[in-house]
């Protein structure tokens, strides 16, 4: 059977399938009770044209605030060019209740979780597939995937069944999907990563004005 004729769970908001990670929530929640401290939900159009894939969410960003990239400074370059780019409402995404609306475009994370130290292992990216599978079988025909860094593009992979070393991660590269849509890749919009320099604001931009070209021509 393909990929595309499987029916996939949607997001489950008290799911335990990874032992670790929810022993760590567990914690964390205690910890902070303030904190969503739970799976984070993908945030923006059920059926987009863009879907941005994350790593997972980060302990004081999407951990505490509920939406993905909101709250700590992976998310101030990605709203921003999601912002410039006609993608979002606003350029900046401030908490889980605020106004920011997303058109034509969702943010997820490969991993629903917080993970220790932000680095889940191979079996919770594994197990998180499932969800991640559903959303990328809702994007539009001819639609863009961004993978943030390379557990993103795997877990992308993994979910349309695809070979690893057939599509290798690489800054700026671009893959072919099913249904005319392209796999894209970037380095992470990380505090790290920005202000090392590893991934400036031109090297993001450039990524997005390939996205929107594909989706111009789609």
Request: overall charge positive; hydrophobic content about 40%.
């Amino acid at each position: 059977m393909s990929t595309a004729a499987r029916s996939y769970p949607t997001f489950d908001p008290s799911c335990r399938i990874c032992p670790r990670l929810a022993q760590f929530l567990d914690e964390v929640r205690i910890a902070r009770p303030e904190y969503h401290a739970a799976p984070v939900p993908a945030f923006g159009a059920t059926r987009p044209s863009l879907l941005i894939v994350g790593l997972a969410p980060g302990l004081h960003g999407a951990n505490r605030t509920g939406r993905p990239f909101t709250g700590d400074h992976a998310g101030i370059l990605l709203y921003r060019t999601l912002h410039r780019f006609g993608f979002a409402s606003a350029p900046q995404s401030v908490s889980g209740s605020d106004s920011l609306r997303l058109g034509h475009c969702r943010v997820t994370n490969a991993v629903k979780c917080l993970p220790p130290k932000n680095k889940p292992d191979g079996a919770e990216v594994l197990a998180c597939n499932r969800y991640l599978t559903a959303e990328v079988q809702a994007v539009k025909a001819g639609g863009a995937i961004l993978a943030l860094g390379g557990i993103a593009h795997r877990a992308t992979l993994m979910a349309f069944s695809l070979e690893r070393s057939v599509h290798r991660f690489a800054h700026g590269a671009r893959h072919p999907l099913p249904q005319g849509r392209i796999l894209f890749d970037s380095y992470h919009c990380s505090r790290y990563n920005t202000q090392t320099k590893r991934l400036t604001e031109a090297m993001f931009v450039s990524v997005f004005e390939a996205i929107a070209n594909h989706l111009d021509r789609a």
